[in-house]
């Protein structure tokens, strides 16, 4: 893509009224547009990263047997009064508004009631379980206070699994996968180092829900770590009995601040018994549908991933989820030579953000920066006397010149060291 | 993708309040699931063919130099007062709700003002300029009767691209370029023969605006159709003064009643003057921008696509945005034999359906029809006992026998004719 072919351009400031670091960080940069507190476009470049993880998620859920749907936003009161939570008094975030007919609805928060009512058409023997769905759909949680930037909105994309199986037992073996693959997806996010599978306070099918915590000062939570276990306990559930449970000792747990960017949940027959999800056993008994659920935040984990990696020049980018993997800088008349080196770059798979526009050096390498992609490289008539190109890491102080056929090899390996 | 592995269920009955024949069959075949009256729930099936739309709609707006964002659903007042379109008496599908701290916000109905609104950002000089905006995102439309299934929804994704050009002849160059665009669209979702580009009425900026129109029976518009002309007027414009000044003939003009798939309209400097977005021009002076706007709903058109090739067996998909291109019966002990095949279809980059369940044949042959898939494929003991299988077009009345080393050609070569 060649950045005179792209309409974004970075951006001094961020808006007054912006705290959070990686929404003022994701503005400057041009990946994200505030509309208002909680509420953010995705342009172009934010959008590209936003799919990437969407992408790692999905691969990573269908490996454990998911099936990708999506319901709607709108929601009917009845399957919500059947648990109990179309109440405000028991979920406050709601938004609700009204059909031109007159009757109220909601706009979906979460989505085990309208999952658990609309599985009642796929499930009636126990040959149709266990059955795993889920989904990347938008959320409206209307949150009296949103200053986390894309980390806390008041309209974000969550992607929600839902399990349901025959009993505990079925459940159990799933909730283990589960935790497998969520260990997959943040590793191949560049987050698996410092982020902790942590036991957080469950509910009246499971003593202990499980939640995935990174490391991160921008967080709202508190958990107590155990990095040589590779374990974490939340605050929430911090007490004597419960280390003495999970056999953790207390002198050797460190007490850090972190954002939940991952959970999964036992839900037991709750909202199974509520809607009437029911299925017939091996002995012709009825039964009701045993559930778990396991959320990520796609784009709150991309806020944290901006909390925990940028640096004083700007946004960093793990590899995987760049929205371009080079940022190439033109300089002078190199037209010809900088498009070869496009083609050949994304012959071999690399995706290239060209810019090609008439700026000052200076300012096309605070771009760069700014941008935060994981590879910056320099095409000039200077380092082409020589047949040569510069490259430098975004988190390398130190440009190299590469001979201008080692160039493609010399990216490619970066870009896997990465 | 094994149906074993697949929560679907194909369902004797649609809800009985569904009138639509899209819904009813989508919903009969596992493809939707309604939630309420214009808003559906897209199962596994319908979302892969309703992702297939949105890939190719999304590579060709990408040929055209669109660039892909996504703007929020929730909408701050402000523009829409600077339009006057935030006003219900102006604008009469407008969701409202309202934020825990009091505000009213509302769902987006379309983006226009939106749009203009972030682009001041982004729009200052006439370098910037043209640029081409484009996303795939969910509109709210409060209609009062939403009785077309998944053409008329509440809750619907728009591809809405917005054009901002530094002037009327460079906004017309790009405006003829979305015209070819749009055909290839629509030839490549397979409606290209019985889809035609038709005037209609415009607003201030240009006295017609321009729609695509399908000739459907479920359509809600009427258009006056010159066939060899590959033209039509919409029943709104009818008058002789237009026919003649697009030159038709009122006695070669066909009456038919029609469904629009998409519409392109020159909105001209309304927004960019409500929002304030100008540009500088070469001259140094103040110039409002002028835009354009080009919608196709991607989840509306397949419902054109149910509605004009679906037979009284149940669907009918084109090639190219069926959910998977082969269904598979499997029929005894062929467990091991229908495995190797799925893996060599699927070597060939055609997408399988394996119904692998243990379920009389008959029910797997009605599935087959009613999901609508283009090649259903049967491999049983009695078609291997000559190494062969049984292929049958979802179109054809009849089967073919096939040796099994010609397979995957054969396949190959009947999705080509599609």
Redesign the interface.
Known sequence: MKRS?????T?KDAPADEVSKNAQLLIKA?FV?K??AG??????LG?RTFNKIVQIIREEMDAI?G??????????PEPWQASGRWDEGVVD?W???????GQT?G?GTTHEE?IAD??R???QSYK?LP???YQFQ?K?R???RSKSGIMRG??FVMKDLYS?SKDREEHEKFYELSQQAYERVFQRLGIGNSTFLTFASGGSFSKFSHEYQTICDAGEDIVYLDREKNLAVNEEVYTDEVLAELGLDKAKLEKVKTAEVGNIFTLGTKYAEAVDLHYTDEHGERQPVFMGSYGIGPGRTMGVIVETMADDKGLVWPANIAPYHVYLVSIGDVDTEAEELVRELEAAGIEVLHDDRDERPGSKFADADLMGLPIRVVISEKTLKNTEIEVKSRTEENAQLVSRQKAVDTIKSLLKQD
Chains 1, 2 share one sequence.
């Not at 072919?5 to 351009?9: I, M, P, T």
């Not at 509420?39 to 172009?44: G, H």
């Not at 099936?67 to 009917?76: G, H, I």
């Not at 938004?95 to 007919?101: I, Q, R, S, V």
């Open positions: 072919q792209l309409f974004v351009k951006q041009g547009h509309e208002m509420a953010y476009d995705y342009l172009p959008l047997g099936n990708e749907l999506e319901m709607t936003a709108l929601q009917r975030v938004f609700k508004t009204e059909l031109a007919t609805v706009l309208p609309m599985m058409q796929h499930v149709d059955a795993y769905v938008k409206f209307n949150e009296l008041r309209e349901l």
